[in-house]
């Protein structure tokens, strides 16, 4: 009988069942790597398909003209009044004197981008005393031109396939030579608004819609949510009517958000009669989205604090709201602001509901408060990339990697405040 239990346990059988078991967990663990690994593996494809396609699209190609503001094209009492594609045209000449044909002139002329021509014409608007003088100006190239220099255009292809002839690619390659072309950051990109030119459209009217968006939905959101988060945690009664708010706001933060926009559409459009397209809109519709999860975060927080905290604070006489805003509110303060903060970066990257209200019109003025027509970064993704010309292509994925920072900005500020402040009890 003494020898018994250790048969049982040091046996062939019990062996077995070890090496079984141990078996078990090296596969649960191998599973749970590869896991890791193809999540990991897909999230590197993803922001290196995006980048790769991305990262020309904060480059611009540029053109050096030595214009001559000559008296025959500009009337130097009414200088932004005067022909300024013949004096771009005698410009390029000075490099390839040989185009003076009819075609050879429009191909000239196709080479800069329309806000090349408006450069020119504001050089000397601004600077009347350039009537009669030759000035070197950089301007943008034409979209096909940007694409060739960046090398997104087969030259192997047949004339027929390719939407750059010949003619341009020997005129690109002349001024190439002559040093005339360069590749620069495009600080444009982020500082103007839409343009149907892909060389001369840019994220900054979509950037600051999406700002004064936030703000309203910060503003709205925020102080509502903790509120009522605080009077369902702290002073609600626990009655029928309670339980029924409480399971309605747990449902709201699974709507899919297209019924918010749905709602911002009959009730702040059809209803209120806001402007349409306006950040104001857009974010009354998101905070409506945002509050749920505002709410049950800091209710989450809230629920982190000790009762012992409340119980002493009741104990020397401090009264329920004075536990709240004294002792409880402060201490779950790194959470509560991790909740908002993710919330404002779910919001920031939501599109639907923007749809929805009218967020989705052509606005290339930038935005100067809530109530101007705007746009959204996701919103302007979404138009970008249903556009056929490649150069929207580029920037469709630049304005992608700019969202996706934003995102990680936002939720690495999130983590940073719930590590930096938040108290192990």
Do not use: C
């Amino acid at each position: 009988m003494a020898g018994a239990p250790t048969s049982l346990h040091m046996g062939a059988a019990a062996q077995r069942r070890l090496r079984r078991r141990y078996a078990r967990e090296f596969r649960f663990k191998a599973v749970s790597l590869g896991a890791l690994g193809l999540m990991a593996l897909f999230l590197v494809g993803f922001i290196g398909g995006i980048v790769a396609k991305g990262w020309s699209g904060f480059v611009t190609t540029e053109i050096r003209l030595d214009v001559t503001y000559s008296e025959r094209h500009v009337d130097a009492g009414d200088p932004a009044g005067g022909g300024f594609r013949p004096i771009v045209v005698e410009a390029l000449r000075k490099v390839i004197p040989e185009a003076t044909e009819r075609d050879d002139m429009r191909a000239l002329l196709g080479l800069v981008s329309n806000g090349g021509f408006v450069a020119v014409r504001d050089a000397v608007a601004e600077d009347p005393s350039l009537v009669g003088k030759a000035v070197e100006i950089w301007v943008p190239a034409a979209s096909d031109i940007d694409m060739l220099v960046k090398g997104h255009v087969d030259r192997g292809l047949p004339e027929d396939r390719r939407r750059t002839d010949d003619r341009t690619i020997g005129f690109v390659d002349r001024l190439e030579a002559a040093g005339d072309i360069r590749a620069t950051f495009n600080w444009d990109f982020f500082t103007t608004g839409d343009s149907r030119e892909p060389e001369l459209a840019g994220i900054g009217g979509a950037v600051l819609g999406s700002f004064w968006m936030l703000l309203v939905t910060f503003l709205v959101s925020f102080p509502t949510g903790v509120a009522a988060a605080v009077f369902l945690e702290e002073f609600a009664p626990r009655k029928k009517w309670v339980d029924v708010i409480e399971v309605n706001i747990n449902n709201l933060a699974a709507v899919p958000s297209i019924v918010f926009g749905l709602l911002g559409l009959a009730v702040f459009l059809n209803v209120m009669h806001l402007p349409r397209s306006a950040p104001v809109v857009g974010g009354l519709t998101l905070a409506l989205m945002t509050l749920p999860t505002i709410v049950i975060a800091t209710r989450a927080a809230l629920k982190g604090v000790p009762p012992s905290i409340r119980e002493a604070a009741l104990g020397l006489g401090a009264s329920p709201a004075q536990v709240v805003s004294h002792h409880v509110l402060p201490l779950a303060l790194p959470r509560l602001l991790t909740g908002a903060i993710v919330g404002m970066a779910q919001a920031l990257g939501e599109s639907a509901p923007l749809l929805m209200i009218g967020m989705v019109a052509f606005i290339v003025d930038l935005p100067s408060g809530p109530m101007d027509a705007a746009t959204a970064l996701p919103v302007q993704i979404y138009l970008w990339a249903d556009s056929p010309e490649r150069g929207f292509v580029e920037k469709t994925s630049a304005a992608i990697v700019v969202l996706l920072a934003f995102l990680v900005a936002m939720n690495g500020v999130a983590v940073y405040l719930r590590q930096r402040f938040e108290i192990r009890w």
